[in-house]
C-alpha cells in the first residue's frame, strides 16, 4: 500500500510505459466491465438481434424477438448496435492498454457458465459465458432517480428511490429463455421479454454514471478524453433503451420452474415521478443544495466507485456461478481504479 504513495509521477509513469499505474487502472477496470457487458449482450443478440458479421454466432429465436417487438419494433436493431459498441469498447480499452506497454483486462480463464440452451443461441458459447442472464434481481430505482427533482444519491446517501417494477427488485428472475420450454407459454416469454428491457436500461445508467465517477481521477488528458468520450455513449445506450422499457406491456406472470411471480405495472400514469413519458433527466440538486437544482447525470461521486459498479452487478445476479478466482481478479482491478488520484499516479 504504501509503494504507491512514496513513488513519484515519473516513475509511476515509467513503470506502466506512459500510462501511470493510476490512469491504467482507471482503464483496465472498465475494460473488464466491457468484457463482461459485451459476453451478455451477445447472449442477447444471438436470441433476440439481427444475426450478421459485426456480431456472429447466434441465429436468432422467434419467438423472444416477437415478444421483445412487442415492446418496441426496432428492437433487434437496438440490441445489435448496443452488443457492437460493447465489445468496440473492451477492444479499444484494451488495446490502448497494450499500446502504452500497460496490461490489459483478461477474462478467458472465467468463461465457465451456461447460459441458455435454447434455439438460436451459439453452440460454441453453451457453457463457455462469463455472465449469468437467468437469474437477475434488477434494481430499478433509477427510473424515479431521474424523475425525482429534490434528491440526488450522492447528497441523499440514505434516501429510497422508488423501484418501477418493484417484483424485479427481489428474487431471481430470467431475462432469457433458458430454454424451448421458456418458450412455450406467450404470456412468461412476454415477462422474459419485459425483464430484458428493464435490465438493458438498468445496467447501462451504470455505465452512464461510472465513467464519469472514474474521469474525475484521471491524470493525463489523453486517459480522461477516453473516458469522457466512452462514457457518453454509455449515456445514448441508458436514454434509448429507458424509454423503451416503458413499453413493455403491463402484465403478471409465474415461472414455471421456479414459482417466482412478476409484475409489470403500466407506467403510463399521472405520477412524475413513474410517468413514462418523461424520460429527460429531471434537474436535481447538485453538489451543495445552496445551488440552484441542475439537469445532470447522477451518482457522480467518485469515491469508491469503482467498487460500487462491481457490488451493484454482483447483487443484480450477474455473476452467479462465477469462481471466487472471478471475484478476486474483479474486485483486484476495482480496488486499483480506486486507489488512482488525479495527479498522483
Ligand atoms: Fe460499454
Ligand atoms: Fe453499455
Not at 1 to 17: D, N, Y
Not at 94 to 122: E, H, I, Q
Amino acid at each position: 500500500m504504501g509503494v504507491g504513495l512514496l513513488t513519484s509521477p515519473r516513475t509511476a509513469e515509467a513503470i506502466s510505459g506512459g500510462l501511470t499505474p493510476g490512469d491504467a487502472a482507471l482503464l483496465r477496470f472498465p475494460a473488464a466491465l466491457e468484457i463482461l457487458e459485451a459476453d451478455f449482450w451477445i447472449q442477447y443478440n444471438e436470441l433476440g438481434g439481427i444475426q450478421d458479421d459485426e456480431v456472429p454466432g447466434g441465429s436468432g429465436n422467434e419467438a423472444y424477438t416477437d415478444a421483445l417487438e412487442v415492446i418496441e419494433d426496432e428492437m433487434q436493431d437496438y440490441i445489435h448496435d448496443n452488443t457492437d459498441d460493447e465489445i468496440t469498447h473492451h477492444t479499444f480499452l484494451n488495446a490502448y492498454l497494450v499500446s502504452k506497454g500497460a496490461a490489459p483486462a483478461n477474462l478467458d480463464a472465467f468463461r465457465t457458465l451456461m447460459g441458455s440452451t435454447a434455439m438460436g443461441v451459439n453452440p460454441d458459447l453453451v457453457g463457455h459465458r462469463l455472465t449469468n442472464l437467468t437469474q437477475l434481481t434488477i434494481d430499478t430505482s433509477w427510473w424515479t432517480r431521474y424523475r425525482d427533482d429534490s434528491h440526488n444519491p450522492d447528497l441523499d446517501p440514505t434516501h429510497v428511490f422508488p423501484q418501477a417494477v418493484p417484483t424485479l427488485g427481489v428474487n431471481q428472475h430470467t431475462a432469457i429463455p433458458r430454454n424451448d420450454a421458456d418458450t412455450t407459454d406467450p404470456n412468461f416469454l412476454q415477462a422474459i421479454a419485459n425483464t430484458a428491457a428493464f435490465h438493458f436500461p438498468t445496467i447501462e445508467q451504470g455505465g452512464n454514471s461510472l465513467y464519469p465517477s472514474l474521469a474525475q481521477r484521471a491524470t493525463h488528458t489523453e486517459v480522461l478524453r477516453i473516458l469522457i468520450s466512452i462514457g457518453p455513449t454509455e449515456t445514448m445506450h441508458f436514454q434509448t433503451w429507458s424509454d423503451v422499457a416503458g413499453n413493455a406491456p403491463p402484465l403478471t406472470a409465474v415461472d414455471p420452474v421456479t414459482g417466482v411471480s412478476v409484475t409489470f405495472p403500466d407506467l403510463e400514469v399521472e405520477d412524475e415521478l413513474f410517468d413514462k413519458a418523461l424520460i429527460m433527466p429531471e434537474p436535481c440538486p447538485f453538489l451543495d443544495r445552496s445551488l440552484p437544482i441542475v439537469s445532470i447525470i447522477r451518482p457522480t461521486k467518485t469515491e469508491g466507485a469503482a467498487m460500487g459498479a462491481l457490488t451493484f452487478l454482483t447483487n443484480m445476479g450477474l455473476f452467479i456461478g462465477q469462481s471466487p478466482a472471478f471475484f478476486a481478479y474483479m474486485t483486484q482491478l476495482a480496488r486499483e481504479a480506486d486507489k488512482a488520484r488525479h495527479g498522483r499516479g
